[in-house]
């Protein structure tokens, strides 16, 4: 299990390492663009029903701790889906991950 810091909170977000690469991925592309955006996700089983949104902006300190040193190999359907829904109005909604044939090679 990985986890995000996000702005001054020394309080982690939770995030299972495989999400975790891809969501990284998603986000360094929209911050080397200097583009804003929502990122919400339900929370977890274990965790207080509901679901959170935060706004993510070049400006706020943001980093990534992977508990597994080796990187994920990565689904390209996957990734284009998280950009997709970055992409819009409603902000980028962590969604599972939905294999194809061509992920799966």
Do not use: C
Not at 29 to 53: I, M
Request: hydrophobic share 40%; charged share 20%.
């Amino acid at each position: 299990m990985g986890t995000m810091y996000y702005g001054g909170s020394a309080m982690p977000i939770p995030v299972e390492d495989r999400v975790l690469a891809h969501l990284k991925v998603v986000v360094a592309t929209k911050l080397r663009r200097s583009e804003s955006f929502t990122l919400s996700w339900q929370h977890a089983e274990g965790e207080p029903r509901g679901r959170s949104t935060l706004w993510i902006h070049p400006a706020i300190p943001l980093r990534f701790v992977f508990e597994d040193p080796a990187p994920p190999a990565l689904s390209h359907t996957w990734l284009e889906e998280l950009a997709q829904s970055a992409n819009s109005s409603g902000g980028m909604t962590l969604v599972t991950e939905h294999l194809d044939a061509a992920d799966a090679r």
